[in-house]
C-alpha cells in the first residue's frame, strides 16, 4: 500500500498520477484566487463564507497531501526539512495558528498564505528545471552573493568619502550611503541620491560599469545551469 501510494503521489508519469497533479494544482490556484478575493473591500456576508469554506477544503486537502507525504517519504526527516517539506507546511501552518490561537498579532501569518504559490513548483517540470539549475550554480551564487556584498560596502565606502562633506545630511555615514551604493551598482539609479562632486561623479562612472557586471553574471550563470539541467533531464529520460 506505501509503495503504490508512492507512486501514486511522487510519480506524474502515469494517469492517476497526472490527475492528482492536475487536481491539487487547480486547488493552489483556487486557493490564491480565493485570498485575493478576499481582500476586496465591502464582500458580503455569503462571499466571506463561501471564501472561508474554499479555504477550510483547500487546507484539509493540502494537510492530507503532507501527511500522505511524509508517510510514503523513503527518508521522512529528510522531507520534511527540504524545500519542498517547508513550503508544503507553510502552505497549512497558517491556518491553524489563525485558529488554535486567539491572538489578533498572529492573524499576520495569513499573508503566509501567497507561499502556496510555491507549491506549483513541485508540479511543473519547467520550473523543476529552475529548482535543479539552483542546486547546479549553488556554490557560484553563493561566491557572487559575497563579492556583491563586499562591492558594495567598498561603493558606500567611496562615495561616502567624495560626498560627506557637501552632503553631510544624505551621506552622513557609510551606512547612509548603502543605499545610494545599492540601487546604483544594480544599475536601478532613482536619482533620489545623486553626486555633485567632480571625484563622487567620476567615481559613479566606474561604479556603474561594474554594476553592468554584476546584472549580467547571475544571467549567465542560470542561462549555464538550465542548459545543464535540460540535459540531465534528458539523460534521464533515456534510461
Known sequence: ????????????????????????????????????????????????????????????????????????????????FSFYGIIDLIAILPFYLNLSIDLRSLRSFRVFRIFRALKLIRYN?????????????????????????????LTASGIYFFEHDVQPEIFSSIFHSLWWAIVTLTTLGYGDVIPITVGGKIFTFFVLIIGIGIVTVPAGLVATALTKAREIEEEEDKK
Open 125 to 153: 517540470k519547467a520550473l523543476r528545471r529552475f529548482h535543479l539549475a539552483a542546486k547546479i550554480v549553488k556554490e557560484e551564487v553563493i561566491l557572487f552573493f559575497i563579492v556583491t556584498g563586499i562591492l558594495i560596502y
Open 1 to 80: 500500500m506505501k509503495e503504490k501510494l508512492r507512486i501514486f503521489i511522487e510519480d506524474n508519469t502515469t494517469k492517476a498520477g497526472k490527475i492528482f497533479d492536475y487536481c491539487i494544482q487547480i486547488l493552489i490556484l483556487i486557493s490564491l484566487i480565493a485570498y485575493a478575493v478576499e481582500t476586496l473591500p465591502n464582500n458580503s456576508a455569503f462571499t466571506e463564507q463561501l471564501l472561508f469554506f474554499i479555504e477550510v477544503v483547500c487546507v484539509i486537502i493540502f494537510s492530507i497531501e503532507y501527511v500522505l507525504r511524509v508517510y510514503v517519504a523513503k527518508k521522512t526527516w529528510r522531507y520534511i
